[in-house]
């Protein structure tokens, strides 16, 4: 659910602040307020288009904040695959700043791309404006809406039919890439045996190149490496002058010498006696270092020469060993393929007409479920377009065969009439705008129980109607909101009589600027504003009547419906 919304620097609004609730959110104005603007500022927070003109004059940046204190399944699966998480009281921040040169997007502190907002907005809001209701038109969002409503075990039928179907398309495209080109298949075969015979010819072993490489620097070190073992022998124990093992020699006689005067001395006597043994075994292990040392020309060419072929290997076919390796077996699968090229693609023939028959089979069942919640659906839409005041309704879902794709070989159109004796026409073909809004109402209303959405916002919903329509579909946005939480700007007061909140958008000016506030109403201001709404030039005592008469109305069908 959509907590609050705080919107700054935004065209007219300088600092707007809106705890929302459940149930039903109403907001009301007058023309020109800015009740789109906020429907706007949503959608910003949404990763839509950002016009930098909407900044607010004088400020440098723009900014909408959406704070979530429930989250959807499908918000979670979006969240765990951003790697965020909701705050400990389980809310979620999306939060767009936008300036004349940046963008910003962040959830829960997080930056994250527009198109990664766009996508968890999704999961949170459902928003339905004039153009959004044209989604209706598309094929596509009324397979979508049947597959919705056959709940159940559609998800999972579904789940089975987009993965049957990508096994079915992948090895359909293999089969065409073997059979289209027979000379290419040869080259890749010809290609294959050299590139194996190469890499066999190498003998090449794990852990080979590290050995090599720490043999052929040591080689190429050898004269240094030579040098300073010398010195290093000549200061511990050499021959001539002092060095380390004579000078600790020394060291012990003349602590041996008073060792029995203080027993501190003697302590000392005993580890320097253990360094003098340790000094003589490492000039020993010096000595015979430097005596097993030699340098083999044969051997450092050799050692060298296998380097640079195990390089000239890595360059072509991997970056390890390993790597190498491993292609060559993929290159001596792809020779066994070619050893019995019939009979391999006999197999894989035979696979792709499995693969065909498993996914025809996912799709039947598909099918099989669609049509058998059609005429479910058909009905249900059916009253409901009659409780939105359609006087007639011919109403028929057809389904027939399509293009095969992940959601299987299925599509469906709406065919409606809402004229006596006119034949039912594609749902495209015979609506008007405020037609298709009330259908969009009917499919919400229909689907409150089973869309995982919390939020719905309508915008425009009351476009092109008034009287008993207009408290008809007043009735249905409120039926709505006994699921989701609804929002919705309207100005019409059959439907701002039906608010369990309501919010007045008001516009102020002086000779400086102008703002736009939202404020909360209580019933007396809401009153106030249904009164307005109901087309007094002034609100009088009768008007503010009729206001509480709509108001209570209203209560009665909330307490039925819910």
């Not at 204190?69 to 389980?90: H, R, T």
Request: proline share 2%; with cysteine; glycine share 6%.
């Amino acid at each position: 659910m959509l907590k609050n919304l705080h919107v700054q620097n935004l065209a007219l609004i300088e600092d707007a602040d809106i705890e929302f609730s459940d149930g039903l959110n109403i907001l009301t104005g007058e023309t020109g307020a800015g009740k789109s603007l906020l429907m706007g500022s949503v959608m910003m927070a949404m990763g839509s288009k950002f016009d930098t003109s909407m900044i607010r004059k004088g400020k440098e940046q723009a900014l909408v904040e959406l704070v979530f204190d429930s989250v959807p399944e499908k918000a979670l699966q979006v969240l765990g695959e951003l790697d965020i998480f909701p705050e400990d009281d389980g809310s979620v921040i999306i939060k767009r700043t936008c300036s004349a040169s940046k963008s910003s997007c962040r959830i829960n502190g997080s930056t994250v791309a527009v198109r990664e907002m766009k996508k968890l907005s999704q999961a949170f809001i459902d928003i339905h404006g004039q153009r959004d209701y044209e989604t209706l038109l598309k094929k596509s969002e009324l397979l979508s809406i049947l597959d919705l409503y056959c709940g159940g075990d559609m998800p999972h039928i579904l789940k089975d039919v987009s993965e049957k179907y990508r096994i079915y398309t992948d090895l359909k495209e293999k089969l065409e890439e073997e059979t289209s080109d027979t000379s290419s298949s040869a080259k890749e075969a010809s290609l294959a045996e050299f590139e194996a015979a190469e890499i066999d010819d190498a003998c090449l072993k794990e852990g080979e190149d590290e050995e090599l490489e720490d043999s052929f620097r040591r080689m190429s070190n050898f004269r240094k490496i030579a040098e300073s073992i010398g010195k290093a022998h000549a200061m511990i124990g050499g021959e001539d002058g002092e060095n380390a093992c004579s000078l600790a020699s020394m060291a012990l006689r003349e602590l041996s010498s008073v060792s029995e005067y203080d027993t501190g001395i003697k302590e000392l006597e005993e580890e320097l006696a253990s360094a003098e043994s340790i000094l003589s075994d490492l000039n020993m292990e010096l000595g015979s270092y430097m005596s097993s040392m030699e340098f083999d020309e044969e051997e450092f060419a050799r050692i060298g020469d296998r380097l640079d072929l195990i390089n000239r290997l890595k360059s072509k076919y991997g970056r390890t060993i390993g790597d190498i390796l491993e292609y060559s077996e993929s290159r001596k699968k792809i020779l066994e393929k070619y050893a019995d090229y019939d009979a391999y693609l006999a197999k894989l023939r035979e696979d792709t007409e499995k693969a065909c028959a498993d996914y025809d089979k996912a799709c039947r069942k598909a099918s099989s479920l669609r049509k058998k919640n059609i005429p479910l659906l058909e009905k249900e839409l059916t009253d409901k377009l009659k409780d939105l005041n359609f006087l007639t309704v011919d109403f028929e879902i057809r389904m027939e065969d399509s293009k095969p794709g992940p959601l299987g070989k299925d599509a469906v159109d709406f065919y409606i009439s809402f004229n006596p004796g006119e034949d039912r026409k594609p749902l495209a073909e015979s609506s008007s705008g405020g037609e298709l809004s009330r259908m969009m109402l009917a499919v919400k209303t229909v689907m409150a129980g089973k869309e995982d959405t919390g939020t719905l916002i309508f915008d425009e919903i009351d476009a092109g109607i008034s009287g008993i329509t207009a408290w008809k579909v007043a009735e249905s946005l409120s039926g709505v909101a006994g699921h989701h939480q609804v929002i919705c700007i309207t100005h019409l007061p059959q439907i701002a009589a039906m608010a369990d909140h309501h919010y007045v958008i008001v516009k102020h000016s002086d000779n400086n600027s102008t703002t736009t506030d939202v404020e909360a109403a209580d019933f007396e201001t809401s009153i106030s504003e249904i009164a307005r709404l109901l087309g007094s030039d002034s609100v009088s005592d009768s008007s503010l009547e009729n206001a509480r008469d709509l108001k209570a109305k209203a209560g009665k069908v909330k307490t039925k419906n819910r």
